[in-house]
């Protein structure tokens, strides 16, 4: 099994402020762009695919 990793963009505000946090997601099957609500986080979320920041070397 290939583990997916997602980065998430906090408010879904698409700028150079923004701050981002990285979780591993084996379970659930996430788009491109979905918004989802986490039950520990009071904030709706933007789950976007790691390759997107990767191609782009915003990433680490």
């Known amino acids: 099994?290939?583990?997916?990793?997602?980065?998430?963009?906090?408010?879904g505000q698409m700028n150079d402020t923004s701050k981002y946090r990285f979780i591993q997601n084996q379970t659930l099957k996430i788009r491109k762009g979905m918004w989802c609500r986490f039950q520990n986080h009071l904030k709706t979320l933007q789950l976007i695919e790691l390759e997107v920041f990767l191609n782009s070397g915003e990433v680490l």
């Open 1 to 11: 099994m290939v583990s997916k990793f997602f980065a998430v963009k906090e408010n």
